[in-house]
């Protein structure tokens, strides 16, 4: 079984920073990709970045060049070091990982629970 557990969520004021972990456990062959999607009140959740196990990134514009994201491959974790944080990056971020399982062979894609950020003064 695969689990994805987040934390790092919180409150804080305008122009301040967070930043977010993401832990994939359990029997895992490979993982392809992880990254970090947020939804907002009355809105669709959405892309804020991704990385995949080569390395290579892809980041939201309403959030290019505030957040960064990297991961640790010997934990099999992700990380979003947000920084300069407004109010419109209010929301619950999840964690996403696409990999495949050593018992299934089959790829799959894995959610976070979620972790509240709230951004306000």
């Known amino acids: 079984q695969v689990q994805l557990v987040e934390s790092g969520g919180g409150s804080v004021q305008p122009g301040g920073s967070l930043r977010l972990s993401c832990a994939a456990s359990?029997?895992?062959?490979?993982?392809?990709?992880m990254g970090w999607y947020r939804q907002a009140p009355g809105k669709q959740r959405e892309l804020v970045a991704t990385?995949?196990?080569?390395?290579?990134?892809n980041y939201a514009d309403s959030v290019k060049g505030r957040f960064a994201i990297s991961k640790v491959n010997a934990k099999n974790a992700v990380l979003l070091q947000m920084n300069s944080l407004r109010p419109e990056d209010t929301a619950v971020y999840y964690c996403?990982?696409?990999?495949?399982?050593?018992?299934?062979?089959?790829?799959?894609?894995?959610w976070g629970q979620g972790t509240q950020v709230t951004v306000s003064s």
């Open positions: 996403n990982a696409d990999l495949v399982g050593f018992k299934t062979l089959d790829k799959q894609v894995y």
């Open positions: 359990g029997s895992i062959l490979s993982i392809n990709s």
């Open positions: 990385i995949t196990s080569g390395g290579s990134t």
